[in-house]
Nanobody
Framework: QVQLVESGGGLVQAGGSLRLSCAAS????????MSWFRQAPGKEREYVAH????????YYTDSVKGRFTISRDNAKNTLYLQMNSLRSEDTAVYYC????????????????WGQGTQVTVSS
């Protein structure tokens, strides 16, 4: 069992940066693959990035490659998403998720979700 709490969202101008955090409870965090998803108004929740248990493997959706960086600190039970060169189309609620059973790209495969943090990019 793990509980996830996101923070770090806010309003930023296009081209700016934000760093999201996802604090996890429980010792199992360090064993889980962790992911970030986002959901814009009127759209389905979409995959952004994921990271393996050790942090040695990361993957990103094409639209954020080169701009976003996912990382984790297992000693602090925290997942991060560094977002640079933000665009208006990055505006969404961002969610962290843990422990996928099956494809990491499918939201319904995840057992644990945070409550989300709003990111708004003004153009």
């Amino acid at each position: 069992q793990v509980q996830l709490v996101e923070s770090g969202g806010g309003l930023v101008q296009a081209g700016g940066s934000l760093r999201l955090s996802c604090a996890a409870s429980g010792r199992a965090f360090k064993m889980y693959t962790m992911s970030w998803f986002r959901q814009a108004p009127g759209k389905e929740r979409e995959y952004v990035a994921h990271i393996n248990w050790s942090g040695s493997i990361t993957y990103y959706t094409d639209s954020v490659k080169g701009r976003f960086t996912i990382s984790r600190d297992n000693a602090k039970n925290t997942l991060y998403l560094q977002m640079n060169s933000l665009r208006s189309e990055d505006t969404a609620v961002y969610y962290c998720a843990a422990d996928p059973r099956g494809s990491v790209y499918v939201p319904s495969n995840y057992n644990y979700w945070g409550q989300g943090t709003q990111v708004t990019v003004s153009s």
